[in-house]
């Protein structure tokens, strides 16, 4: 996929959300910047991916991809009733943030701008991933797959440290050109590493995710 696809994926109102807007709608000062701007990063990042599907399986709060044994109570609810799951780690590359570097030095309202841009285009990035994993795994099983929420290391109860182990699987810094700090932190910054579940259940929430979702009910929420 190009960056022509990433920005048509991007939700402008996330930019938004992160500038701190909340549901209100800025100006067309703010409207412009925020074009301006992402049209700027559009041009100079050089995105990149890696995934890789295994075979899973839950049990109690624990959690069992390949040869890792997770615990973690909120990631077995994510993966329940998931057969496979896909590890994937993508990044917009070194170039965002040289972007947000320069204008760290020259223009603060641009750099907190780019900040936003790049936060909703790696997460465009990554649901545009998402379809090319689910038509693969769904070509290998033969049979209708769905996706769940990605899940990241870090959030709910599922442990930082678990960054080592999908870098491992992945080798993420040969193939994408992704480093993990001591503290276990991702540069390039504008990056992403998640779990992400495929199942024969068609719950359709692998993008808004429980916390936009009505369905109380629902057997994955977490």
Do not use: W
């Amino acid at each position: 996929m190009n960056n022509s696809e990433i920005g048509a994926a991007v939700n402008q109102k996330e930019i938004y959300r992160y500038l701190g807007y909340g549901k209100n709608e800025p100006d067309g000062t703010v409207h412009m910047l925020v074009d301006e701007v992402l049209s700027e990063l559009l041009a100079v990042i050089k995105p990149k991916n890696s995934y890789q599907l295994y075979d899973c399986r839950t049990a109690d709060e624990c959690v069992f991809v390949g040869t890792m044994r997770i615990k973690s109570r909120n990631l077995a609810g994510n993966l329940a009733q998931c057969g496979t799951v896909a590890l994937l780690a993508a990044t917009l590359g070194i170039e965002a943030d040289k972007l947000l570097q320069r204008y760290e030095v020259s223009n603060m309202a641009k750099a907190s701008v780019v900040q936003a841009c790049a936060a909703a285009c790696i997460e465009a990035y990554c649901n545009l991933i998402q379809e090319n994993i689910r038509l693969d795994a769904q070509a290998k099983s033969g049979t209708p797959l769905f996706i769940r929420p990605r899940f990241s290391p870090g959030y709910g109860d599922l442990p930082l440290d678990t960054q080592k182990d999908i870098f491992r699987l992945l080798d993420c810094t040969k193939r994408i050109g992704l480093t993990l700090t001591q503290n276990l932190l991702m540069y390039p910054t504008k990056s992403v590493t998640a779990f992400i579940g495929l199942t024969g259940n068609p719950e359709n929430c692998h993008i808004e995710k429980c916390k936009r979702c009505g369905k109380t009910d629902c057997a994955f929420r977490v």
